[in-house]
Structure formats: structure tokens, C-alpha cells
């Protein structure tokens, strides 16, 4: 199939790019590695992570967050409690 060549070789090109297994056979499935699943769970952090930040960006231009700064003085206290 196609398809199927298309993942496997990028996925070893992946592997060989970055000088790791990621998969490994395991009777008649393919399986990730240690370093694998460690790697996944990574990138699905970062997915996360990634869609955090478009949702903080678009809350900012909809100010829907930002800094509010309230100050406040006695001065006009003093003057009415004379």
C-alpha cells in the first residue's frame, strides 16, 4: 500500500534524522519504543501547549484578558472626613 510506504519511510527518515528508534516489531505489530512513547508524549504536550497560546492570543485581541491597574489614593478621604 502506498499510503503505508509513504508513513514507514518518513518515519525512518524521522528516526534516522534524529538517531533514534521510535518503533520496533513486537511479535506482529509494530510497537513504539521507550524513547517512543516518551517522545509522544512530549509532542502532545507541546500540542497542547500550542493550542494555549492561539487561545491566549485571541482571549488578548478580544480583551477577554490583559492587565487592569487600580490605583487609589487617601488624599481625597482627608479632605472629606476634616
Do not use: C, W
Amino acid at each position: 500500500m502506498k499510503i503505508k510506504s509513504n508513513v514507514s519511510s518518513q518515519i525512518k527518515r524521522f528516526e534516522h534524522e534524529i538517531g533514534v528508534q521510535l518503533f520496533q516489531q513486537q511479535g506482529r505489530d509494530v510497537v513504539l519504543t521507550e524513547f517512543g512513547v516518551t517522545l509522544a508524549e512530549k509532542a502532545q504536550n507541546l500540542i497542547a501547549l500550542e493550542q494555549h497560546i492561539e487561545t491566549f492570543i485571541a482571549d488578548y485581541r478580544l480583551a477577554r484578558t490583559g492587565n487592569l491597574h487600580i490605583v487609589a489614593t487617601f488624599l481625597p478621604a482627608n479632605f472629606f472626613n476634616s
